[in-house]
């Protein structure tokens, strides 16, 4: 379609791919829900999250100036590739539309990557609106957002709880980070 169309239509042509990949989204989330989380563990890099999130955020409509950090290395992990992407991406995605929601003008998320004796640690912060109410975080069809649908969190924690780790907010008056753990 972006070959046969003009010139001045490719940016609609954009707008519907991105509309597609957010209905993708919510499908894939909404099915994951309801068949529940089984994982399949490969070895792939940190690179390839990386290369994933990079690609999703181009398809992720937003409109405030965001600088993106993905600070991943060219490290190993075995997990779910699929179900990391999932969470990770999930995070980001917050992450950015609490930006939009925020009343600044620009925003900062950075997603960084430690590893301890046991556990892969992912920290994804962003400077964007606090959560104003924190019992409704990770349940199940309950958002803090207008747009969101209440299965990203849980979805996120439930794929973190099935390769033994978890995902907590860390949060205080200045700093807002979700921490991530996937055991080793």
């Not at 994982?39 to 992720?60: G, H, P």
């Not at 969190?153 to 709880?161: E, G, V, W």
Request: hydrophobic share 40%; aromatic share 10%.
């Amino acid at each position: 379609l972006l070959k046969r169309v003009d010139v001045e239509n490719k940016p609609l042509i954009f707008e519907i791919k991105k509309s597609v990949f957010r209905i993708e989204r919510i499908i894939e989330a909404t099915l994951t829900f309801a068949k529940g989380i089984e994982i399949s563990k490969t070895q792939f890099s940190m690179l390839d999250i990386k290369s994933y999130i990079s690609n999703a955020i181009d398809y992720y409509t937003f409109s405030k100036d965001i600088n993106i950090d993905i600070n991943l290395k060219d490290t190993p992990i075995i997990a779910d590739s699929v179900l990391i992407n999932m969470l990770l991406s999930n995070l980001i995605f917050n992450a950015i539309d609490a930006i939009e929601d925020s009343q600044k003008s620009f925003g900062k998320i950075d997603l960084s990557y430690e590893k301890s004796k046991d556990f892969h640690i992912f920290k994804i912060y962003d400077s964007g609106k606090n959560i104003d109410d924190e019992s409704m975080l990770f349940k199940p069809f309950k958002s803090t957002k207008q747009k969101g649908n209440g299965l990203g969190l849980y979805l996120s924690r439930l794929i973190a709880q099935a390769h033994k780790g978890d995902v907590v907010l860390d949060s205080n008056k200045n700093r807002k980070t979700f921490i991530v753990s996937i055991a080793k």
